[in-house]
């Protein structure tokens, strides 16, 4: 094996792996099994006539024109996102070759749509070639460019990466190796590799059984892969959550045997002592609702409620190593939410670190009781602004699907930056009304304490809990509030090259906002 002709990293997840490789025909020095390519064609207005990507018009060239007229033969016209599959048009090198269809040529934003077209094309076509051979056992791929080796990477790496657990070795799908065909294009291919890596590292930390991922368990996970790229992480335990007086977040832990933790991740990027940005996630590593009990359908799912914490800690590690020049805080309070005779009763009454007064009427709307006691502390690094993501109200799924992820700020500036950074990403966001109104239902109907931690009111459940998390934050902070409940999955289709289980979003938008910073 002509190993000095292989440039790549390897990523472990979990039991699974998944490598990624930045060559050009080195397919033929690798020992592994059958070899295959993808590559891509436009859309044209003519479907009797076809318009090759330029690195498959080269190929094209190399089989003496076999691909163009296999192509012609099966049908000129490939839907875009769709894939077709062509045999034995090289005998030396790849044995199956998947033409993709990338939809029109040099396509933008769409206005409309809030995203860009030419790029969400690529990721989905770089999904069905990389699927489309898998399904017929070619496990060794190259792919193309397709004009975007970043987004290209992004699909390939999103779509051929799904949660395996610990099911029996002998029976978990093996994935796919998969390598850029472009060489030229090797710097954009890695930074699409770095977010989805990041990406399906906050895939496997929420669909991890809650088992498996308790708040001592995810704590030690975060630190082990954080401190590999010289990021500092500390992780703090109940008796110092005590000494900040955080009693809304220690509320919640009442109901649990497992300790909560509160891990504090710092990343130093910009190389001076510029103010840096604070990411708070929320980490209710299981949530049963407490004494204010779910109901038991679907119940399972609630292993990702800690889906916040897991973008957070992915967006740093991919900030490190894209070598972001920005400072990062990255903070994730950590506990399960539990019923038993020692939980927070509905109705019973906690104090926050800011010295505010909270009655619980609803101890399932735990969320914005950990990230209040958070957002209070984030104050102590005198951020630049403060961000913070949570799946926190199932009315956000109620109001935008799976389609985008809810966002309330008091600061539009900052949100245009995120909503042109999800345009970019493909996985978009969309802004809520922060008003008084929603204020004044947590605040002005209750005697007895400062705030409620529910609305007594029905309806408009994602615009209170921002409201009541607004009361953490101080007037003259930024501060943004991501509301992921719609898009943590699994259920929804909107990104077909995420496969199946949680999905990780937005992890990507959030690396892409920090790009933005720089």
């Given amino acids: 094996m002509a190993l000095s002709l292989i440039r790549g990293k390897s990523l472990q997840y979990g039991n699974s792996q998944l490598r990624f490789l930045s060559c050009i025909s080195t397919m033929k020095y690798l020992n592994f099994q059958q070899s295959g390519l993808v590559l891509g064609v436009y859309e044209t207005e003519d479907e009797r006539n076809i318009s090759l990507t330029p690195t498959a018009a080269k190929y094209d060239a190399i089989v003496k024109g076999k691909l163009q007229k296999n192509i012609l033969l099966a049908g000129p016209k490939i839907p875009k996102g769709c894939a077709r599959v062509f045999w034995g048009l090289d005998e030396e090198y790849y044995v199956g070759v998947a033409v993709v269809g990338l939809g029109k040529k040099n396509l933008g934003i769409n206005q409309l749509e809030e995203v860009h077209e030419g790029k969400e094309n690529i990721r989905i076509a770089a999904a069905a070639g990389c699927r489309a051979l898998n399904e017929v056992d070619i496990k060794n791929i190259a792919l193309e460019a397709l004009g975007d080796a970043e987004a290209a990477a992004e699909g390939a790496a999103l779509s051929t990466w799904f949660y395996q657990g610990l099911k029996n070795k002998e029976k978990q ?219 926190l109200t199932g009315a956000m799924r109620i109001t935008l699907g799976g389609v985008a992820t809810g966002v309330f700020t008091n600061d539009g500036a900052l949100f245009e930056k995120l909503k042109n950074a999800g345009t970019l990403s493909g996985d978009r966001v969309w802004r809520l009304p922060l008003w008084q109104h929603f204020t004044d239902e947590m605040t002005k109907k209750i005697k007895s304490a400062d705030v409620n931690n529910i609305a007594k009111t029905k309806g408009g459940g994602s615009c209170t809990a921002a409201a009541f998390l607004r009361e953490f934050v101080p007037n003259d902070t930024p501060w943004l509030h991501l509301d992921i409940a719609g898009v943590m999955g699994p259920g929804h289709d909107e990104l077909p090259y995420i496969p199946a289980g949680m999905t990780g979003r937005p992890t990507r938008t959030l690396i892409q906002f920090l790009q933005t910073l720089c």
Wanted: net charge negative.
């Fill in 173 to 391: 799908t093996a994935f796919p190796i998969v390598s850029l065909y472009d060489v030229e294009d090797e710097e954009q291919w890695q930074v699409g590799y770095i977010k989805a890596q990041a990406q399906n590292w906050a895939r496997q930390l929420a669909d991890t059984p809650a088992n498996l991922m308790t708040p001592t368990i995810f704590s030690e996970e975060v630190s082990l892969n954080l401190t590999k790229l010289g990021i500092s992480v500390q992780v703090h335990d109940k008796e110092w959550a005590k000494q900040k007086k955080m009693g809304s977040f220690l509320s919640v832990s009442h109901g649990s045997c497992e300790p909560p933790k509160f891990v504090e991740i710092r990343y130093k990027g910009a190389n001076d002592d510029s103010q840096p940005i604070v990411f708070v996630g929320k980490g209710v590593t299981f949530d049963a609702g407490g004494i204010s009990l779910k109901p038991a359908s679907d119940m399972d799912e609630m292993r990702a409620d800690m889906s916040g914490a897991a973008c957070v800690a992915a967006a740093i590690r991919a900030a490190a190593e894209l070598k972001l020049k920005v400072n990062i805080v990255g903070l994730i309070p950590l506990t399960e939410n539990l019923p038993s005779g020692t939980a927070t009763k509905p109705g019973d009454l906690v104090i926050a670190m800011n010295g505010k007064s909270i009655i619980v009427d609803n101890t399932d709307a735990e969320g914005r009781l950990i990230l209040a006691d958070a957002l209070c502390y984030a104050q102590e690094f005198n951020p630049r602004f403060i961000l913070d993501i949570a799946t």
